[in-house]
């Protein structure tokens, strides 16, 4: 509502393919509807891309050259360390499956000597009565681990793969909650395939380029591209990851493209 109040427009199911630059400078976007088919161009004086840098370099592109626009910038990228992905279960239980006092965040660790992925720590989410993430009664449990995003793109039996994963994650939940057949009410599990599917991620990457020294704060990638008015916000740029810090990078941007507005209005 608030998008629309200030005379925005969300595209459902719609994908951006290109960006189109010119002269050093973002002029517009390609963009497509995943259900007729149909393409089309759209203008604009700025462009915010809320995408990987990874897709960021894939979607620019000069019409009028043949070599890559910013190509410093992407050799950059490519010599980034793999980033992870994640696997994610979502159960939702009858509320007696909820120990009590059971606070909203929690994070497990099992073998100090594992990984710190593949199920072996989870991140784990839980609804508390009353926040609307669940009917009276109810609750919700969402629980994270990061996965190898190369382990699900090479596998020959996905589906049995990801059933094993959700039966680790259970199994291993089980130890905190109480989750048996009949306090489980609906179960879903998502992949690194289902984030390429929903969000087109590349390779179904979360958690943004990882933090690092190399990469963290001023060694960061910066909101303002090397392309003139094409703009970079999400997990890929400071402060990283979470609601907040994609938020903050949005806000960064806003401000940056306002002050400028102003500067040349003004």
């Known amino acids: 509502s608030a998008l629309e109040r200030d005379g925005g427009q969300l595209l459902m199911g719609h994908t951006v393919e290109q960006i189109y630059i010119d002269k050093g400078k973002a002029t517009g976007v390609r963009v497509k509807n995943q259900k007729t088919g149909e393409t089309w161009v759209e203008t604009a004086d700025h462009i915010v891309a809320n995408v990987t840098v990874q897709n960021l370099v894939k979607l620019v592109k000069d019409e009028n050259q043949t ?3 910013i190509p410093g910038y992407k050799r950059r ?25 059971c606070p909203p965040h929690l994070q497990f660790f099992y ?23 669940a009917p009276t009664g109810k609750a ?6 990061f996965t190898d995003t190369q382990i699900w793109r090479h596998c020959k039996d996905y589906q049995g793969l990801k059933q094993q994963y959700a039966e680790e994650a259970i199994a291993r939940l089980s130890e905190y909650f109480y989750l048996k057949p009949e306090t489980i009410v609906h179960q879903e599990a998502a992949t690194p395939r289902t984030f390429v599917k929903f969000t087109a991620r590349d390779e179904g990457v979360v958690g943004g380029v990882g933090q690092r020294l190399s990469t963290f704060g001023p060694f960061g990638f910066a909101n303002r591209t090397p392309i003139q008015d094409l703009w970079l916000v999400g997990d890929s740029t400071h402060p990283g990851e979470g609601t907040a810090g994609v938020s903050y990078s949005a806000l960064t941007v806003v401000r940056q493209i306002e002050t400028e507005s102003n500067i040349m209005s003004g």
């Not at 980034?80 to 279960?89: E, I, K, R």
């Open 111 to 133: 073998n100090y000597d594992g990984p710190i992925g593949e199920n072996n720590s989870l991140f784990v989410s839980v609804s508390h009565p009353g926040d609307g993430r």
């Open 77 to 101: 990228v490519n010599k980034l360390p793999s980033p992870s992905g994640a696997f994610v279960v979502y159960l939702g239980v009858d509320e007696s499956a909820i120990p009590p006092n």
């Open 140 to 145: 919700t449990i969402t629980a994270s681990s």
């Open 67 to 69: 070599s890559h626009p």
